[in-house]
């Protein structure tokens, strides 16, 4: 079945009418393509759909009984790690936007969760309030339960050769550095 609305040519089968496409491309494409990328073998997919669902779960379960967020909670223990880091260390230190580690930062403080130290050259150093480390221990077993339901099916042996596993494919993330540019030969440094 061809149709055409308003000037854009529509291919592929389609089973019901298809309401207005406002498109300006001269052909929409209605069936997939040939070559895709496999997703049920994507890795970087199925990476995500494993955080996606990790996150989702435990940032509902902490803003439900906490009134706090998984960004919260990753400021939290990674201070509870790594006490007096600053707000760029902790941003490294999760991966996260350094943005939102400073909203979450802000958020930890004005609950009393957190305090900032003054440093050199103007830097803050944070540290757990007392109210901060119990809020830490009662946080912690909602993220633990999360790891512990997404591993539940895999012996010792797995788990340890898997974090094994995921540690070498963090140390090739430099690799996906915005410095880095992609071509088709290759990586390019940029």
């Not at 919260?72 to 707000?87: L, Y």
């Given at each position: 079945?061809?149709r055409h ?7 592929g089968?389609?089973?019901e009418p298809?309401?207005p496409v406002f498109?300006?491309?001269a ?6 393509l040939?070559?895709v990328v496999?997703s ?9 759909l494993i955080s996606?669902?990790?996150?989702w779960r435990?940032s509902?379960?902490l803003r439900?009984?906490f009134?706090?967020?998984t ?13 007096g880091?600053?707000?760029?260390e902790?941003s490294?230190f999760?991966a996260?936007?350094k943005?939102?580690v400073s909203?979450?930062?802000?958020t930890?403080?004005?609950r ?9 050259r103007?830097s803050r150093?944070l540290?757990l ?5 119990d ?6 077993p909602i993220?633990m ?5 997404v591993l ?6 797995e788990?340890?050769?898997?974090n ?7 140390q090739?993330?430099p690799e996906l550095?915005?410095g ?6 290759g990586?390019v440094?940029?």
């Amino acid at each position: 079945m061809i149709r055409h609305w308003r000037g854009v040519l529509l291919t592929g089968e389609l089973d019901e009418p298809v309401g207005p496409v406002f498109v300006d491309a001269a052909e929409v494409v209605t069936t997939p393509l040939g070559d895709v990328v496999d997703s049920e073998n994507f890795t970087p997919r199925l990476l995500h759909l494993i955080s996606n669902a990790l996150v989702w779960r435990e940032s509902r379960l902490l803003r439900d009984a906490f009134n706090l967020g998984t960004n919260d909670w990753r400021v939290i223990s990674a201070i509870s790690i790594r006490p007096g880091a600053t707000s760029t260390e902790i941003s490294e230190f999760v991966a996260m936007n350094k943005a939102i580690v400073s909203k979450s930062v802000n958020t930890l403080i004005a609950r009393e969760l957190i305090v900032p130290a003054d440093g050199r050259r103007g830097s803050r150093h944070l540290y757990l309030t007392r109210a901060g480390a119990d809020m830490h221990d009662r946080m912690k077993p909602i993220s633990m339960q999360g790891q512990e339901i997404v591993l539940g099916d895999l012996s010792p042996e797995e788990i340890e050769q898997l974090n094994r596993l995921l540690m070498r494919l963090l140390q090739r993330t430099p690799e996906l550095s915005p410095g880095s540019v992609p071509t088709a030969a290759g990586v390019v440094e940029g």
